[in-house]
C-alpha cells in the first residue's frame, strides 16, 4: 500500500515542477530572445516483485501452492521531472525602427552536411567577471562611455572580445554584422561576434536571457561564423544580422496554455489516488485493527 503513496506522491512533485517551469514560460511570453523550456517526465527504475517461502504459508485447499519464490510482476517506483531544456526554436521577428535593437537569422546557414545539422548563432557579452556568456535577446542599449551594453549592463563584444564603441544611436549595422559609425568609409569597422554552434544544449540559461557554456571538451563553444568550413564552403554567407528588428520569444502561449491544463489534471489524478490511500489506511488503522 505504502509504495503506491509514494508513487503518487512523486507525480505530484513532478507535476509541480513542470508547471513552475510552463508559468515561466508563460511570464516570458514577450521577453525578447527568450527560448521556452521544455522537461521530460521520465520513470524511477521499475522493481520485480517475488513472493518468497511460499512453502511456510497455510495451504489453502483448492488454491495453488509455491515451493520456494514465485515472480508476482513489475512495479513502478515513481516518475521525476529532468532538468529544464531549453527550446533554440528562432522566435518571430518584430521591426522596431530602433538602431539598437539587432536581431540574429539562423534560418538560412546551410546545414553540416556531416552531421545534418543547422546552426544557432549568439552574441557575446562580457558577464563583468572576466567570463563570456552569450545571448539572443538583441534590445541593446549603450552605456554613459557609448559602449553597446544589454539591458542588465553587459557589454556586447566584437571577434577580438573587446567592447564595441557605438558612440550612440548613430551607427549602422551591416547584414554580415559589421559596425559602422559616422563614416561609412570607416576602415577600422567593428564585427560583432556571431557565436556559431550546433549543439546549444552546452549553453544553459544564467538569467536575464544569459547563457553560460557548460561543456567540457569544448564541442559545443559557440565558434565564431567566420571559421565555420561549411559554411565558407558553402560560397557566400547569407544575411544573418538585421537592425531596427528585434527576435521575439519562440513560446507558443496556447499550446503552454494547454499544457498547463493537461499538467494540473495529471496533479489532480495523483492527488485523488493519494487521498484513497489515506481514506484506506484510516480505515485499516480505526476500524479493521480496532481490539473489542
Known amino acids: 500500500m505504502f509504495r503506491g503513496v509514494y508513487a503518487a506522491t512523486s507525480g505530484m512533485i513532478a507535476a509541480d515542477r513542470r508547471q513552475q517551469m510552463l508559468t515561466n514560460n508563460i511570464a516570458n511570453a514577450n521577453t525578447a530572445g527568450y527560448k521556452a523550456d521544455q522537461t ?44 529544464a531544456i531549453p527550446m533554440f526554436t528562432a522566435g518571430p521577428l518584430k521591426e522596431t ?3 539598437l535593437d539587432i536581431a540574429l537569422i539562423d534560418q538560412g546557414l546551410v ?16 558577464s563583468g567577471e572576466g567570463e563570456i556568456r552569450y545571448t539572443r535577446n538583441g534590445q541593446f542599449t549603450h552605456d554613459a562611455n557609448g559602449y553597446l551594453t544589454t539591458g542588465e ?9 573587446n567592447p564595441i564603441y557605438v558612440g550612440g544611436d548613430n551607427f549602422r549595422v551591416n547584414e554580415d554584422g559589421s559596425i559602422q559609425l559616422n563614416d561609412n568609409n570607416n576602415p577600422n569597422a567593428q564585427q560583432l561576434y556571431l557565436g556559431y554552434t550546433e549543439d546549444p544544449t552546452c549553453l ?5 536571457g544569459v547563457l553560460k557554456y557548460v561543456g567540457n571538451d569544448g564541442t559545443g563553444r559557440p565558434i565564431p561564423l567566420a571559421q565555420v568550413e561549411h559554411l565558407q564552403n558553402a560560397g557566400q554567407l547569407p544575411a544573418v544580422v538585421k537592425q531596427g528588428f528585434v527576435e521575439g520569444s519562440n513560446v507558443d ?6 499544457d498547463m491544463m493537461t499538467t494540473f489534471r495529471m496533479y489532480e489524478a495523483n492527488q485523488k489516488v493519494l487521498q484513497a490511500y489515506d481514506r484506506s489506511m484510516e480505515k485499516a488503522a480505526n476500524e479493521v485493527g480496532r481490539v473489542y
Open 40 to 83: 521530460v517526465i521520465r520513470s524511477f527504475p521499475e522493481q520485480l516483485l517475488e513472493r518468497i517461502r511460499d512453502e511456510k504459508g497455510l495451504n489453502v485447499e483448492g488454491k495453488p501452492s509455491f515451493a520456494g519464490s514465485s515472480k508476482i510482476g513489475r512495479l513502478s517506483t515513481g516518475v521525476y521531472a529532468q532538468e
Open 97 to 99: 525602427g530602433r538602431k
Open 111 to 126: 546545414p553540416n552536411p556531416e552531421t545534418g545539422k543547422q546552426g544557432h548563432l549568439f552574441f557575446a557579452v562580457d
Open 153 to 161: 549592463g553587459y557589454r556586447v563584444l566584437d571577434n577580438n572580445m
Open 204 to 208: 544553459v540559461k544564467q538569467g536575464n
Open 253 to 258: 502561449v496556447t499550446r503552454t496554455m494547454t
